[in-house]
């Protein structure tokens, strides 16, 4: 079976702190791809990242940063000095050969951040 | 660049009526999903389209749930008799496949409401 798990429902930080977002995955796959979506108040899931599993180098865009370790099957999501406007729904989700085409989604970590 | 369109963006019913949304892919797009997200939870896979064909569905999808893309481009996905427990958003995802994975693009959703 494959499964994501984002532990911290809700953080709240104060703007310009750093926060760092889990996600843990299960998968009995030696192939298989995590993702990263921002989901606003409007709705709309945008595209963060995309990471397949025989690459585990850890990625920087802008303040954006992606741990990716499969020793503990994790794809961890870190927000350098963070803005109001990152307030969102952030998911983690995987996608494996066993299962096709279909993302499997976390439940999503709700990020507050205050001015 | 015109993203993933969906209509309506809302929709309120009553319980029993049948209701039907549209998707329009970024244009090119050979991909199309069909996910459903209830409050509090992350996206989960209905169902997709390559090209015109319908190659998976979910056990989620019941005979109450049809879709289609006629033409490979727009896709419709019905809901009839509907039932409060399918109050829910429900987000199309298109995406481009060329190789071993394709990366999905969602648009805003729609948010049905059964009453």
């Known amino acids: 079976a494959q499964k994501v798990t984002q532990a911290q429902t809700e953080i709240s930080v104060v703007e310009k702190e750093d926060v760092t977002l889990d996600c843990v995955y299960e998968?009995?796959?030696?192939?298989?791809?995590l993702f990263w979506y921002k989901q606003p108040p409007s709705g709309e899931l945008v595209f963060l990242i995309r990471?397949?599993?025989?690459?585990?180098q850890n990625e920087i865009s802008g303040r954006y940063s992606w741990n990716f370790q499969k020793s503990t099957s994790s794809f961890n999501f870190t927000i350098t000095a963070s803005q109001v406007v990152d307030s969102a729904v952030y998911f983690c989700?995987?996608?494996?050969?066993?299962?096709?085409?279909?993302?499997?989604f976390g439940a999503g970590t709700i990020l507050r951040v205050k001015s | 660049d015109t993203g993933v369109s969906q209509d309506p963006r809302h929709k309120i019913t009553k319980r029993g009526q049948n209701v039907t949304f549209r998707c329009d892919p970024i244009?090119?797009?050979?991909?199309l999903y069909w996910y459903r997200q209830t409050l509090g939870q992350g996206p989960e896979f209905l169902t997709y389209?390559?090209?015109?064909?319908?190659?998976?569905k979910s056990r989620l999808l019941s005979d109450r749930f049809s879709a289609e893309r006629p033409k490979g481009s727009f896709s419709t996905l019905e809901i009839q008799r509907t039932e409060q427990g399918d109050s829910a958003m429900y987000l199309c995802?298109?995406?481009?496949?060329?190789?071993?994975?394709?990366?999905?693009?969602f648009g805003p959703g729609t948010r049905l409401t059964v009453l």
């Open positions: 995802a298109s995406s481009l496949a060329l190789g071993a994975v394709d990366t999905q693009y």
């Open positions: 998968t009995r796959d030696t192939t298989y791809y």
């Open positions: 990471r397949n599993s025989f690459d585990e």
């Open positions: 989700a995987l996608r494996t050969s066993e299962y096709g085409n279909k993302l499997v």
């Open positions: 244009s090119e797009h050979n991909r």
């Open positions: 389209f390559q090209n015109e064909a319908q190659l998976e």
